[in-house]
């Protein structure tokens, strides 16, 4: 694990270019995890790491289907959140394993909430309220994080 790089955001505009640059860390087969309360920014981040892949279209938050993927990417990605879920076995329900067999990046908002389903991940990314902004910790949990 890596001692975790702090910084401040100010923005939506902050939180996208932050996700513009991490980007670029972010190599096939990764698990990141997204932490931090209701509104903190967590798909906007999603939505600056999309943009930046190439991804022109709309970013949803994917809280009532638990996941949206986006194959137009490289590499691909495939955004979860896990907020709405009652239990980790309903990811079991939904092939959500497939999801990470593969080459894709897996991002995924409120894994705390699939506790024993998941392994660990590559990285956390942290987002705190902050005096009108939000403090992003960024924590790499293995070699390629």
């Known amino acids: ?30 698990v990141v995890f997204l932490e931090g309360p209701l509104g903190a920014g967590k798909t906007t981040l999603v939505r600056g790491i999309l943009r930046a892949l190439g991804h022109e279209g709309l970013v949803r938050s994917p809280t009532y ?15 979860f959140d896990l907020y709405r879920l009652g239990n980790a076995e309903e990811l ?16 995924i908002e409120w894994p705390e ?10 990285m956390t990314i942290e987002i705190a309220y902050d005096r009108g902004g939000r403090i992003v910790r960024v924590v790499g949990e293995t070699r390629e994080g």
Do not use: Q
């Open 65 to 79: 289907a638990l996941v949206e993927s986006y194959a137009n990417v490289r590499p691909p990605v495939h955004h």
């Open 113 to 122: 909430r699939a506790a024993g389903f998941l392994a660990a991940p590559h």
């Open 1 to 30: 694990m890596t001692a975790p790089k702090a910084e401040r955001i100010e923005d939506e505009a902050g939180m996208l270019a932050l996700g513009g640059r991490l980007a670029g860390t972010l190599k096939p087969g990764m």
């Open 92 to 107: 079991e329900d939904i092939g959500a394993r497939d999801y990470f067999s593969g080459d894709a990046v897996c991002l």
